[in-house]
């Protein structure tokens, strides 16, 4: 079974770090791109950053750029999100999610269940 | 940041037809990339109902199409059921900001 659990989520005050993992299962992790994607509460889903397979290229959306770091490590199946100097607007449900198709365009698949990130005094 | 647009809801009666837009810009959809279509229903992770701008992932009904034109692009839900209560998403690649965008999302309502 394909699954993508994700873990490090919790309540963090301002200006503090975080980091977030995703062990995947099922499926060649270390042939895939991989993306994080957050959803603040109640609001849209935010495209956050994403890596290609060889860790060569990375992404980031302008807001988390120069705070946070996209990782991985294929030989434990792993993704992280190491989330620096958070702020309240960081504040959101993240999920890791796979690049399935070719190049820019590939698309989410498949999503973990999300880890929650409340950045809060 | 930009964003992909849609209607913030659409509802209809069981087994009615109804159609979620998409508006893009020159910079994502207009400029060639595909638009791709999730499901979140209450409480989920998102699921992908459409890749590809008009392709179904097996085990989703043919209730669901989508298609693109221009800057646009449009999902279709045919025949209605209370189980498409969710909310749905379109989402493509824009060249102007070198990353992902989703649209602002539409909740679909059954009547």
């Known amino acids: 079974e394909v699954q993508l659990v994700e873990s490090g989520g919790g309540l963090v005050q301002p200006g503090r770090s975080l980091r977030l993992s995703c062990a995947a299962s099922?499926?060649?992790?270390?042939?895939?791109?991989m993306h994080w994607v957050r959803q603040a509460p109640g609001k849209r889903l935010e495209w956050v950053s994403s890596i290609s397979w060889n860790s060569g290229s990375v992404g980031y959306v302008d807001s988390v750029k120069g705070r946070f770091t996209i990782s991985r490590d294929n030989a434990k199946n792993s993704l992280y999100l190491e989330m620096n100097n958070l702020r309240a607007e960081d504040t959101a449900l993240y999920y890791c999610?796979?690049?399935?198709?070719?190049?820019?365009?590939?698309?989410?698949?498949?999503w973990g269940q999300g880890t929650l990130v409340i950045v809060s005094s | 940041q930009s964003v992909l647009t849609q209607p913030p809801s659409v509802s209809g009666a069981p087994g009615q037809r109804v159609t979620i837009s998409c508006t893009g810009s020159?910079?994502?959809?207009?400029?060639?990339?595909?638009v791709h279509w999730f499901q979140q229903l209450p409480g989920t992770a998102p699921k992908v109902l459409i890749y590809g701008n008009s392709n179904r992932p097996s085990g989703v009904p043919d209730r669901f199409s989508g298609s693109k034109s221009g800057t646009s692009a449009s999902l279709a839900i045919t025949g209605l059921q209370a189980e498409d209560e969710a909310d749905y998403y379109c989402?493509?690649?824009?060249?102007?900001?070198?990353?992902?965008?989703f649209g602002t999302g539409t909740e679909v309502t059954v009547l």
């Open positions: 099922g499926f060649s992790f270390d042939d895939y791109a």
């Open positions: 020159s910079s994502n959809i207009g400029a060639g990339y595909d």
């Open positions: 999610a796979g690049a399935y198709g070719s190049g820019s365009d590939n698309w989410f698949d498949p």
């Open positions: 989402q493509s690649y824009d060249s102007s900001l070198s990353g992902y965008v």
